[in-house]
């Protein structure tokens, strides 16, 4: 069966950092793209990065770049998601996806 | 960026209706379209992929088509359990872009 299970959530001060963390099994990790969605409180839903297979191409939500780094390790079966700069805006609930497959989702709060 | 467009926002429907939802992008995604249903506090879950593509374990009363830059999922006897919001997604550019719901609400 497969599972993704992300960690690494909880509160952060606007300019402050998170590393989310998504453990993955159930299939063979490395041959799958990874993916970041989001989803602000009581909104709809907001893609926000994903990674090759092998790690050699990202691609980002322009709200984002330059601020969030996304990244894996296909020996630990784990992707990972690095928010730095965080605003306001940023607060949701993140997803870690696998090819229209969820996990559960983590919460981002920033906040004073 | 591809914008997706549902409609309508919200429906009230009845136990056994016939329900319609479209999605509409801003320029041809060809098939590239998944239809997600989600419930309050949990993950949405994959309903239809390819446009017309039924995921594996989904009821067969629902079903999907359309193709270029207009799609729709319908549900063809609505059950107690499809109450929930739906979301359309394109993955043929990035970013990759959802549609903003459309709440299946008891009539």
């Known amino acids: 069966e497969v599972q993704l299970v992300e960690s690494g959530g909880g509160l952060a001060q606007p300019g402050g950092s998170l590393r989310l963390s998504c453990a993955a099994s159930?299939?063979?990790?490395?041959?799958?793209?990874m993916t970041w969605v989001r989803q602000a409180p009581g909104k709809g839903l907001e893609w926000v990065a994903n990674?090759?297979?092998?790690?050699?191409?990202?691609n980002y939500l322009d709200s984002v770049k330059g601020r969030f780094t996304i990244s894996r390790d296909n020996a630990k079966n784990s992707v990972f998601l690095q928010m730095n700069s965080l605003r306001a805006e940023d607060t949701a609930v993140y997803y870690c996806?696998?090819?229209?497959?969820w996990g559960p989702g983590i919460l981002v709060t920033v906040s004073s | 960026d591809i914008q997706m467009t549902q409609s309508p926002s919200t429906l009230s429907a009845s136990v056994g209706d016939r329900v319609i939802i479209t999605c509409r992008a801003s320029q041809s995604i060809s098939r590239w379209l998944a239809w997600y249903q989600q419930k309050p506090g949990k993950a949405p879950k994959v309903l239809i992929r390819?446009?017309?593509s039924l995921e594996s374990g989904v009821p067969s009363r629902f079903s999907g088509s359309g193709s270029g830059a207009e799609f729709t999922l319908t549900i063809s006897s609505l059950q107690p359990d499809d109450f929930a919001t739906y979301y359309c997604q394109q993955y043929n550019d990035y970013p990759r872009t959802f549609g903003q719901g459309t709440k299946v609400e008891i009539k």
């Open positions: 390819e446009a017309s």
């Open positions: 990674i090759k297979k092998d790690g050699s191409e990202k």
């Open positions: 159930g299939f063979s990790f490395s041959s799958y793209w």
């Open positions: 996806v696998r090819q229209f497959v």
